[in-house]
């Protein structure tokens, strides 16, 4: 199966910083119908994950546009511009091009 | 407003059996795929299994075939997973899960705690 690592696994950031998280995949994740199965997932404590961004770059409803997704093929990115209190909790990303659909261990990203 | 309620977790000796039930409203449930998400804290969040709208297929992850089974009932809204031969490490918090679209899943529920434990 394709394994997704993230780095870093703890991110401390100030309000107001900006914040990157990355995301590589094992394999390209280039599905065959040319399109590219990468998606990221942010979870609060206690909380379901909710997406955020869904093959590659693609903003879901609600999501601030301080969020933003960029890569290609194994290596891909979230970026947060200015981060705010709210976004505290961890981050995954997660491939869809291959079975089984495997996701990241995760970033947790806290306000220092 | 778009639901999935979970339901059906508990306590459960290794070896045994639990039935899991997902509870959908809000949007078409019977144009959806649907699946099950796992999260626990020495394995992450993993993959179960995904069942297509009308039922006609599944597919499950290599660590539960066999001994999971997926299974949805259109008319009443209901997805459901059925564990059996359970052991320690299936351990976790059962989400069910909307997927549009290869994976992406957009809506997920609260999720429902199963314990493997003598």
């Known amino acids: 199966e394709v394994v997704m690592t993230q780095s870093p696994l703890s991110l401390p950031v100030t309000l107001g910083q900006p914040a990157s998280i990355s995301c590589r995949s094992s394999q390209s994740l280039v599905h065959t119908n040319g399109n590219t199965y990468l998606n990221w997932f942010h979870q609060r404590p206690g909380q379901s994950p909710r997406r955020l961004i869904y093959e590659v770059f693609n903003r879901d409803s609600g999501v601030p546009d301080r969020f933003s997704g960029s890569g290609s093929g194994t290596d891909f990115t979230l970026k947060i511009s200015r981060v705010e209190a709210e976004d505290v909790g961890v981050y995954y990303c997660m491939q869809g091009a291959h079975w089984p659909p495997t996701f990241g261990g995760g970033t947790k990203v806290e306000i220092k | 407003e778009v639901q999935l309620v979970e339901s059906g977790g508990g306590l459960v000796q290794p070896g045994g059996s639990l039935r899991l039930s997902c509870a959908a409203s809000g949007f078409t449930f019977s144009s959806s795929w649907m699946t099950w998400v796992r999260q626990s804290p020495g394995r992450g969040l993993e993959w179960v299994a995904t069942?297509?709208?009308?039922?006609?297929?599944?597919d499950y992850v290599d660590s539960v075939k066999g001994r999971f089974t997926i299974s949805r009932d259109n008319a009443m809204g209901s997805l459901y997973l059925q564990m059996s031969g359970l052991r320690a490490e299936d351990t976790a918090i059962y989400y069910c899960?909307?997927?549009?679209?290869?994976?992406?899943?957009?809506?997920w529920g609260q999720g429902t705690l199963v314990t493997v434990s003598s």
């Open positions: 069942i297509k709208p009308d039922g006609s297929g599944e």
């Open positions: 899960g909307r997927d549009p679209n290869f994976a992406a899943v957009d809506y």
